[in-house]
T-cell receptor, first 117, second 112 residues
Framework: NAGVTQTPKFQVLKTGQSMTLQCAQD?????MSWYRQDPGMGLRLIHY???????DQGEVPNGYNVSRSTTEDFPLRLLSAAPSQTSVYFC????????????????FGEGSRLTVL | GDSVTQMEGPVTLSEEAFLTINCTYT??????LFWYVQYPGEGLQLLLK?????DKGSNKGFEATYRKETTSFHLEKGSVQVSDSAVYFC???????????FGTGTRLQVTL
């Protein structure tokens, strides 16, 4: 079972470069999201989507773009990387259907470690 | 807004010691509560959950009880193992929200 797949696992960028972190899930989950994890800050939500064609901002959306053209894929784009975007990025997905709160269980990818010099 | 407060780590215990990691929350409405665990080099995975007051979630020897009166969801384990060394995150999900709110995480280190 693939679950949530993120690529690349590691990336080094120079300030001002652009890149896309890829995320794909094979569980037919409606909800997908991107988090960044920084020491002492826990996980902070960047963007999320509740279905194809629908995206919304989380706590820390500045400097990041997302799109959701299919149920399976939810790429995260950095248009002009900055050192403050050095972090570990996690993609996560879950069902929305079912109970009022959905299942609540988020399935996470293994993470992408990004360094911006 | 919604928030989760966890005790700061790291928590260092000897094998077979008793573990408590405190978690309190602030939320509108009636949230569901979760504990996630992150092993080194991996993503987070669900450890246990509780969806209403007085529910007890349990898994792998870990337990947590949803206490509405104290707005708490403390994680406990009677006898920790070295393999329990990880970072533990408390989280909540409220009724109309699509997204989970996470605490900052508590690192647990278990030694022989």
């Amino acid at each position: 079972n693939a679950g949530v797949t993120q690529t690349p696992k590691f990336q080094v960028l120079k300030t001002g470069q652009s890149m896309t972190l890829q995320c794909a899930q094979d569980m037919n989950h409606e909800y997908m999201s991107w988090y960044r994890q920084d020491p002492g800050m826990g996980l902070r939500l960047i963007h999320y989507s509740v279905g194809a064609g629908i995206t919304d901002q989380g706590e820390v959306p500045n400097g990041y773009n997302v799109s959701r053209s299919t149920t399976e894929d939810f790429p995260l784009r950095l248009l002009s990387a900055a050192p403050s975007q050095t972090s570990v990025y996690f993609c996560a997905s879950r069902r929305l259907a079912g109970s009022r709160l959905g299942t609540g269980e988020l399935f996470f990818g293994e993470g992408s470690r990004l360094t911006v010099l | 807004g919604d928030s989760v407060t966890q005790m700061e780590g790291p928590v260092t215990l000897s094998e077979e010691a008793f573990l408590t990691i405190n978690c309190t929350y602030t939320a509108t409405g009636y949230p569901s509560l979760f504990w996630y665990v992150q092993y080194p080099g991996e993503g987070l995975q669900l450890l246990l959950k509780a969806t209403k007051a007085d529910d007890k979630g349990s898994n792998k020897g870990f337990e947590a009880t949803y206490r509405k009166e104290t707005t708490s969801f403390h994680l406990e384990k009677g006898s920790v193992q070295v393999s329990d060394s990880a970072v533990y995150f408390c989280a909540l999900l409220t009724g109309t929200a699509s997204k989970l709110t996470f605490g900052t995480g508590t690192r647990l280190q278990v030694t022989l």
